[in-house]
């Protein structure tokens, strides 16, 4: 278990990398009023300078503008699938769990129905379906990722409402409504909240292996994804930096929002609060 | 009058935990059921405090038969009864302080305008002082916790009040701090007392009559 001071370290570290990523992408692009896909032949593929501190990619691109628009759009996807996932997994989970019978026989099976496909074939399937785009790798991404999120929290809400201190509130007067409310969601607010925020860098791969195989953004368009996929042949050229950089911004962010997702998980729960005197 | 007729339940129909057990508790009159461990006798507070449905015979509540209900008792019945659990460390929420806890029945019941007055009341007569009522669960002990377990019992001025080991866990001293404080809101009140324990010498002396539990049924009483 970790003590205070390594648990504030991890806090202020994670913080630190998420805070420069999130001004990165949101200050970046409007401040600096350059083109991220104007090409440039005679710049091509040149290493990390002063003037491209990520360098250039086979088009003559500057790398660290397009890392940042890339990654601008892979955190949008993270996010908001993350979000979507996670309230439509936690309702499904919540509404199986309390209110059992039919309910949850019915939901569950559909959970396991979504599972049986292997879930980056259901991810193709959905963004087949539309023509190339932020949204249909949002929408396929939220697809295939609400089920666990469902399944921790209908286990989460099983253990809990069998618990004396919601036969208490029940004996108390509280409507079923009010021991979702009151009781239950608060109490698994720490796995959902955890499920994620995890669940963000996730998604961020997702969205990276989709447009890695051509399926996700337009080529074109800047996303950590379509940056390594537009790099494969540089690097079987021996030029490392095009593929290194957006790697890199893939691996940091993840873990910077794991290590937040531990500390709010310490912060949700009581217990710990106390002990780390938060 | 709380009335238990021949009473079979359980937590799986094959094998119900008892069989046709039989028990009344009058109005005003506290009745203490003893007996061993694992005989049944939570599962038959749990019936009685309308929290576990039987799977046959009948449960009458003032005249009411509330045998058959769906997925709970009705609301008013339900809170017609209070309970108090053995463990509070399980039967207290966690996130919520011990005022909350102590008026949770009240706000879940609409009357949150009344929260403040009765938490003045309750307090003190479960024996909480107010530098205790920001406190969680976890900040206080076994016996402040179940005194707040109580208070949260009588938050609805209940005529009936289930006690399924409500001592078990504690010292001689919080025992009868929590025992006084039963029977103090009982003289008050005239509400009726199911205490359910296997402290023989206790029930023997706090409540009007014992029922035995024995051959997997409540059976002999003692004046």
């Known amino acids: 278990m970790a003590d205070p001071r390594t648990h504030r370290l991890r806090l202020w570290s994670s913080a630190l990398v998420v805070g420069v990523v999130l001004l990165a992408v949101l200050v970046v692009p409007p401040l600096v009023q350059l083109d991220e896909q104007a090409v440039d032949l005679s710049r091509k593929l040149l290493p990390p300078s002063w003037e491209h501190p990520f360098g250039t990619d086979d088009l003559g691109r500057d790398l660290l503008l397009r890392c940042v628009y890339g990654l601008r759009i892979s955190l949008l996807v ?73 399944r921790i929290v209908r286990s989460e809400v099983l253990s809990l409402r069998t618990r004396p201190f919601v036969e208490a509130a029940i004996s108390g007067g509280a409507t ?73 911004l893939l691996i940091v962010p993840t873990l910077a929002i794991a290590g937040l997702a531990g500390v709010w998980r310490d912060r949700l729960n009581p217990r710990r609060r106390s002990e780390l005197m938060l | 009058m709380l009335e238990l007729d021949t009473v079979t339940a359980g937590y799986d129909r094959r094998t119900p935990v008892f069989r046709g057990a039989s028990l009344t508790v009058a109005p ?18 749990r019936v009685a405090a309308l929290l576990h449905r039987p799977d046959a015979g009948r449960l009458v509540l003032d005249g009411t038969e509330v045998t058959a209900w769906r997925h709970r008792a009705p609301r008013e019945l339900r809170t017609a009864v209070g309970v108090v659990f053995q463990q509070p460390r399980t039967a207290a929420d966690p996130r919520l302080t011990l005022a909350d806890l102590l008026v949770e029945p009240l706000r879940a019941t609409g009357r949150r305008a009344e929260a403040a007055a009765r938490l003045a009341e309750l307090a003190p007569a479960v024996g909480l002082t107010p530098d205790l009522l920001g406190r969680r669960p976890h900040e206080v002990s076994d016996g402040q916790l179940q005194r707040a377990c109580l208070g949260r019992a009588l938050a609805l001025r209940p005529r009936w009040l289930v006690c399924d080991e409500m001592t078990a866990m504690l010292d001689a001293s919080t025992t009868a701090a929590l025992v006084a404080a039963v029977e103090t809101y009982r003289e008050e009140t005239g509400a009726s007392l199911l205490a359910v324990g296997h402290d023989r010498l206790l029930l023997r002396r706090w409540c009007d009559r014992t029922v035995e539990w024995q051959d997997c049924l409540p059976a002999e009483e003692r004046p």
């Open chain 2, 28 to 45: 005003g009159e506290s009745v203490g059921l003893l007996g061993p461990s694992g005989c049944g006798k939570s599962t038959l507070a």
């Open chain 1, 176 to 248: 079923r409504w009010r021991v979702a409310v009151r009781h239950l969601l608060p109490a698994v607010l720490p796995q959902a909240g955890l499920a994620a925020v995890l669940m963000v860098p996730h998604a961020m791969w997702h969205e990276s292996a989709l447009s890695f195989l051509g399926l996700g953004l337009p080529s074109h368009q800047a996303s950590l994804g379509n940056l390594v996929q537009n790099a494969r042949s540089s690097l079987l050229a021996g030029y490392g930096w095009p593929t290194l950089f957006p790697g890199l």
């Open chain 1, 78 to 150: 993270g996010l908001v699938a993350a979000l979507v996932a996670t309230v439509v997994g936690t309702a499904v989970g919540a509404a199986a769990g309390a209110l059992g019978g039919w309910t949850d026989r019915t939901l569950m099976r559909l959970v396991d129905t979504f599972s049986s496909v292997p879930h980056l074939l259901l991810g193709i399937f959905v963004v087949a379906l539309f023509r190339p785009g932020v949204w249909p790798v949002i929408a396929s991404v939220a697809v295939t990722h609400w089920l666990s999120t469902a």
